[in-house]
């Protein structure tokens, strides 16, 4: 290969840029006001690692983007008024019909606007995708140990990005004041009524009156355009500053360390590869809402409280809480003239707040469980820390029964089976499924750690069978080059745990007062957190295990050379060149 | 090439606080860095190079065609099912967008250095000097303004700010009236949780049309929708009921008329005379978060909610025979007025919709 052709600049100093005056004079007329010169020269080559599982939170932060440009289209026509008027617009089968201005407004976008269906469902496609990336990368970022110090602030921020990310759904997708959409602010209502104490209140409040109220729909529409976008946009800037502030994450591998980063200079590769990204994720949602309708909310009508349609079911988000409160048996007390409604009040309002504070707490705990108080920026796969990958899949497991019971009607009539079964089975299986997750993954992910273990030690497969002269058959194994045992082995080892371990805190070695039962505690978590996991070999065990596959190399040294893979006489082909030691 | 390159002269590497790990294989370092095609065979860069600018040039044809698209298709066309004018718009849109970031990720992936470099980390936290003097600095600022040796400044400070929440709640006192306030004005018929607009001699009409409805145009078996008749004919001023009213007394007011053979009914105390020749009425609004009720099995008298799938036996009291609703249906005792029609004995003896806490 011919290197010398290539220009020296391709590297890590700048190229030659063609017009340096013109810039320069503007960024020295910049720099005179705005001083920003020593901010920039940090970070206009700024270090991204590179994995694709780091494009998760891209897909979120884009499609919020995308959210605030066709939400902004979207609001040019949309009225946010509850007011009745008789719609006469273009499409046929609604003409002549009652309903609020909110819904002939968003009839009107989606039928003689032009380009406002194609925003409308931009708009909601967009929103799925916000919601389910935020997802998707909350759970790699648990999963590869990214919430770990010094990291857990943000985590929290990402948790308050999903929980507002879904009000934001459900305060958008209730606007359009459509017969589903209405029903399910009915059902909200409901679920505000059943708060103790204050629930009627509440929702007379927040309805400006009596249910279905006057105002519902210009309230939640100031809170979608305005309050949540602007706490969104907030807390986004935040966590894109705590990024940037904490450097990336990285993955393991030769010549990246704990101490470094390692990836290509924000300007140019990453700004680009990043900006096109955001091209490419705005096309998808602009494919996606050309080809797919969503909530085509003229065949549902517009809301009259006395209709409902069959499979009422809210946006997939929602769908685990609704889940939860479908499965729930009705229990309900009465009391010294109140009323407590647990069937409402402990899934939906109970559960929900519950599963956002475990989720909240999550990096704390583990903390706390570890004792673990040092910094994290090599990430770890996700078989090297089973008990917290088990506790992810179990949480996952119980968040997908819960979502599954949220359409168990469609999964009684897809599967002939009746609701009836399908409830009592969920009852059930909500509490036992994440504790069979939860093992199963456990062991899976200490299997996966031995094998690993295997590979170093006894080298990797290389899918050769081998015929000794008595005839066994064997796999011939070969050792890892030096890059991937580096890379499978850079991980720490687990710390002993062995008897009660007294705090950094407690000097003089007495556990405070009242802190021994927590203490004991904390020791029980902190040995069935890092029970059975296995540890990598040690040196000895290396040098042992290397040893004897050389010895193995040794036995199998005659082989070398030749040919053995039997088609040297049935002439498929020649076979004097092949070695089966490469 | 595996020189780490500086940055910004960060030169001192991160050392304290980070897991300490006995590596079992030396650190080799970052490998070599590999020549793309494009980096050296001037060919394949003159290719990359067209290949980006055709992908942009194709971006440009789309939104070209986008505009175009916007202007001529008619938003009345179709192609097979689909939105003639939502479909181009979409597509054009899409191709605009994806050619374009197509492009870029192009340009970066083939022409762009591909060097990686390295950057040093920090520590989060403040070096000691700088955390030693912010502390310094914090607790110079407190003790000159006194607010450690001052506590009755301090403490009605305190108070002052903090009352200051109290009308940032009041104020909002005023977001709506209370179901007690609503119940007194009685702003339109039958406001308020414990009331509905049926009342005693109110018809039971056909929903949608308003039709009354007589024992006999029933069969067994029949499930009818229905309504109070006050939402056509409001019992203030004959009108009918528009706006917040009509919602509201639909809300509370709409029911299911059925009809069974009298001796499947299983009465409720005290309901023996509530029926008609087998002809049941309950509230149509579901017990647990108020959902209308519309899934009605014959065979069973079975009425399944779609929301969240309570059902009640309409043959017993409307009694939840399964799912998450914790209350029957609240019955509207009915009988015959003078001219044979369905009318409501009085209105619910009991308030409709979900629970809430004072309900009792």
Known sequence: ?582 | MSTPSHDGGHDEPVDENLPERDDLYANPGLPEHQWRPTDVDPKAEKRAERQVATLFGLSAICTVLLVVAYFTVDVNDTVGNLGAQNLTLGLCLAGALLFLGFGVIQWARKLMADQEIVEYRHPAASSDEDRAATLEALSTGLAESGIGRRPLVRNSLLGAVGLLGVPAIVFLRDLGPTNAQVTKAQPYPGAGLEHTIWEQGMRVVRDVVGTPIKPGDLQIGDLVNAEPEGLFKSPWDGEPLEGLALQVGKSKGAVVVVRMEPDEIIPGKGRENWSVDGILCYSKICTHVGCPISLYERTTHHLLCPCHQSTFDLADSAKVVFGPAARPLPQLPLAVDSEGYLVAQSDFTEPVGPSYWERG
């Open chain 1, 1 to 582: 290969m011919d290197t010398s052709k290539v220009a020296s600049s391709n590297t890590t100093t700048a190229a030659t840029a063609s017009k340096p005056k013109r810039i320069g004079a503007v960024a020295t007329w910049a720099d005179e006001r705005l001083g920003l010169a020593g901010l920039a020269k940090k970070n206009l080559r700024k270090v991204f690692p590179d994995h694709w599982s780091f494009m998760l939170g891209e897909i979120a932060l884009w499609s919020f983007v995308v959210l605030l440009l066709t939400g902004v289209f979207l609001t040019l026509w949309f009225t946010p008024s509850m007011g009745e008027v008789q719609y006469n617009g273009t499409y046929e089968q609604l003409r002549g019909v009652h309903m609020s201005e909110a819904f002939a407004s968003t009839l009107r976008i989606s039928f003689d606007v032009r380009g406002g269906l194609l925003m409308r469902q931009m708009h909601h496609w967009a929103a799925m995708l916000f919601v389910a990336s935020m997802m998707i990368h909350l759970l790699r970022v648990f999963f590869t140990g990214a919430h770990r110090k010094p990291r857990e602030l943000n985590w929290v921020i990402g948790c308050l990005l999903l929980i507002l990310g879904t009000l934001e759904g459900f305060t958008g997708y209730s606007l359009p004041d459509d017969l589903l959409s209405g029903t399910g602010v009915r059902a909200a209502d409901g679920f505000i009524k059943a708060t103790p104490v204050v629930g009627t209140y509440m929702s007379f409040f927040l309805f400006g009156g009596e249910f279905p109220g006057e105002s519902i729909i210009p309230r939640l529409y100031v809170v979608h355009v305005l309050l949540l976008p602007g706490l969104l946009l907030a807390l986004i800037a935040a966590h894109m500053l705590l990024l940037v502030y904490h450097k990336h994450t990285q993955w393991p591998g030769p010549g990246r360390t704990e101490k470094n980063v390692v990836g290509y200079p924000m300007l140019p590769v990453y700004a680009a590869k990043a900006g096109g990204f955001f091209f490419i994720v705005f096309g998808v949602t602009a494919l996606l809402a050309s080809l797919l309708s969503i909530n085509a909310v003229w065949k549902l009508g517009p809301y009259d409280p006395s209709k409902v349609t069959a499979g009422s079911q809210p946006d997939w988000y929602m769908g685990w809480p609704d889940g939860a409160l479908r499965i729930m048996p009705g229990i309900e007390s009465e009391f010294w003239g109140i009323t407590i409604s647990w069937n409402v009040m402990l899934p939906i309002l109970v559960l929900p707040m519950l599963m956002f504070v475990i989720l909240l707490l999550l990096p704390f705990l583990e903390a706390w469980i570890t004792g673990d108080k040092r910094e994290h920026h090599l990430l770890q796969r996700p078989r090297n820390a089973p008990t917290r990958t088990a506790l992810m899949v179990a949480l996952m497991t119980m968040y997908g029964l819960f979502w599954a019971a949220g359409g168990n009607d469609i999964l009684a009539i897809k599967l002939h089976a009746s609701i009836n079964e399908i409830t009592y089975f969920l009852r059930g299986a909500v509490f036992v499924g994440p504790i069979l997750a939860f093992i199963i993954t456990r062991r899976w992910c200490i299997s996966l750690q031995r094998k690993d273990n295997e590979t170093l030690l006894h080298g990797y497969e290389t899918g050769i069978i081998m015929r000794s002269a008595e005839g066994g058959y064997s796999e011939r194994h070969l050792p890892l080059p030096d890059s991937k045992a580096y890379t499978l082995t850079a991980r720490d080892r687990d710390p002993v745990v062995d008897g009660f371990e007294v705090d950094a805190a407690d000097a003089n070695g007495l556990p405070a007062p009242g802190e021994g039962r927590i203490a004991a505690l904390r020791h029980r978590l902190r040995t069935l957190w890092y029970t059975d996991n296995v540890q990598k070999p040690s040196q000895a065990e290396l040098e042992e295990g290397h040893h004897h596959s050389e010895h193995e190399h040794e036995l199998q040294e005659p082989l070398d050379g030749r040919a053995a893979d039997g088609h040297q006489f049935d002439g498929h082909h020649l076979v004097d060149d092949e070695s089966l030691r490469h």
